[in-house]
């Protein structure tokens, strides 16, 4: 009897281990998956960003790409219709029963097919009404296929994702640029095409790659799918989904205006400067863009995080604070460079700038950075909760606000008009979201807590004033604040260890 239990005992220890080595072995695969796919997206982001977007634009000239730059936006305004909540449906729907994409598939991508067309129809509609001319049409109709594209490679990585192959996923989200990198990268170094570069190349370029990527993701899915797929059309369950998906559609519908409406109203509201003016806007908002990386991807893994949480009715006040403080501190250091060293930036990353239009609407957009990382956390935090009817209301009236201000201030002050009007826009979701967010979810005031963020930014603005003062190159003034705010962040104790670790394990 005695050897008996003995042997079980064993047993039993061998097999603890064992589900202990097969849980943090799954545990380790996804920090690597997750680390793959964030470090393989910036990569690739910032390559496209600096060496390839900001030279198109410095060959075709600021006006050529302005134009570009305010259809692409006006494109992007309406881009929810092409999705309508159909890919996160498809990826909740999937990842609960992989086999469901034998249903499913056949049915989202007709629908999808007719929301192209649907989309395309408005946005044609728009661009008559706005008065754009035939040769602006003709670009718009290509801007309108690269964003359709976009739009189905994102749905096809979403069944790629809710599959469980994540580092697929992850090649396929960069696949379309690696593509443009190295067509337009050819096109701008080749000596016969660089001195007439054209934008119309740069479009083309980007659809060609877009179709491609496209390609290679359907027959990548099609490989890796654990059902075959048919192609069938099933009204009833599109039907189904665009019902539950309405209000999110909406709420991403007014955010898009009131986060793309500049280069627009720009370009249609400041004559014949317009071009000009949006391809200047278009330069120092092309560096908010990369900075708001960091906050789109933090904010998708706070998601599921907030979302669990509540469903297991879990005290939050931990975790928000935690966001702000991995967040805010850079976000604030990043506006505040900006602010001494912008007028430098700029003209570092582009030769033809002012030294003083474009460093004041670079700074202005850039001071508007930690807003959007405030709106990123606690906008999140009442979707999880479900309170897409209050982010609704509150959408509705900033864009009311944003449309007004952009109407005041772009005639007179031109695309510095538009910086400040984005300023204000976003500083005042910050607000009410934050207000809601507390009110809603009965998050603890921590005056204490607000206090440091304040001393953070103070101390941080005096060692800025301290190294422009220094008889050294501008080159070194910024990396020495920088590492000086490094440290601040320990020493204000922003970012711990264990802070960092506690994030990881929700995540997991």
């Known amino acids: ?81 092409l999705d309508f909540g159909l890919t996160q449906y498809n990826s909740r729907e999937i ?5 469901r994409i034998k249903v499913l598939f056949s049915s989202m991508l007709w629908t999808r097919i007719l929301l192209s067309i649907i989309y395309g129809a408005i946005v044609f509609g728009v661009a008559i009404a706005l008065g754009y001319g035939k040769a602006q049409i003709h670009l718009l109709l290509s801007v309108m296929s690269i964003l359709a594209l976009s739009s189905m490679l994102t749905f096809l990585r979403s069944s790629v994702a809710a599959l469980h192959y994540f580092r697929l996923d992850g090649l396929l989200a960069v ?3 690696l593509l443009m990198i190295l067509v337009c990268g050819a096109l701008l170094i080749l ?21 491609i990527a496209v390609l290679v993701a ?39 205006i009131y986060m793309r409406a500049d280069s627009v109203m720009i370009e249609r509201l400041c004559g014949q400067e317009g071009k000009m003016q949006a391809g200047i806007y278009a330069s120092a908002f092309r560096l908010l863009d990369v900075a708001n990386i960091f906050g789109v991807m933090f904010a998708g893994m706070l998601m599921p995080i907030f979302s669990k949480m509540f469903a297991q009715k879990e005290d939050i006040a931990f975790t928000v604070r935690t966001s702000v403080n991995i967040m805010m501190p850079i976000a604030f250091v990043i506006a505040l460079v900006s602010v001494f060293w912008g007028d430098d930036m700029m003209h570092f990353l582009y030769h033809k700038a002012s030294n003083l239009q474009d460093g004041l609407i670079f700074a202005l957009l850039m001071c508007s950075f930690p807003a959007y990382c ?63 967010a507390h009110k809603q979810c ?57 802070s960092f670790k506690e994030l990881l394990q929700r995540k997991n």
Not at 95 to 99: K, V
Request: include cysteine.
């Open 442 to 498: 009965q998050l603890p005031h921590n005056y204490r807590w607000l206090s440091a963020h304040v001393g953070f930014v103070i101390c941080v603005a005096l060692i800025s004033v301290f190294a422009c003062q220094l008889p050294l190159d501008w080159h070194i003034q910024l990396p020495l604040t920088l590492v000086a705010a490094f440290f601040l962040l320990f020493f204000f104790r922003f970012w711990t260890i264990n």
């Open 374 to 436: 405030l709106m990123y956390i606690y906008s999140t935090l009442l979707t999880a909760k479900g309170s897409l009817a209050l982010l609704n209301k509150i959408s509705l009236v900033i864009v009311v606000f944003n449309l007004s201000l952009h109407f005041l201030l772009i005639p007179v002050h031109q695309a510095i008009g538009a910086a400040w009007a984005v300023l204000a826009t976003e500083w005042l979701v910050a607000a009410i979201v934050i207000f809601y």
């Open 191 to 211: 000596p016969n095409y660089a001195q007439v570069f054209k934008i119309e190349w740069f479009v083309w370029s980007q659809i060609v790659c877009y179709g």
């Open 95 to 99: 990842a609960t029963d992989p086999r």
């Open 1 to 81: 009897m005695r050897a008996k239990v003995y042997f079980y005992f064993l047993f039993s220890i061998k097999f603890s281990k064992r589900v202990t080595l097969v849980f943090f072995s799954v545990r380790q695969q996804l920090v690597k998956n997750l680390l793959f796919v964030l470090v393989v997206n910036i990569l690739v982001k910032a390559i496209w960003i600096f060496l390839i977007d900001r030279n198109v634009q410095i060959r075709v000239g600021y006006e050529n790409y302005g134009a570009f730059q305010a259809l692409l936006n006006l494109g992007m305004i309406f881009q929810i219709v």
């Open 218 to 256: 359907f027959f990548a899915l099609v490989k890796i799918s654990p059902a075959k797929i048919h192609f069938s059309f099933r009204p009833q369950i599109i039907k189904r989904v665009i019902k539950e998906s309405a209000p999110f559609a909406l709420l991403v519908f007014l955010m898009s």
């Open 175 to 177: 696949i379309d640029r």
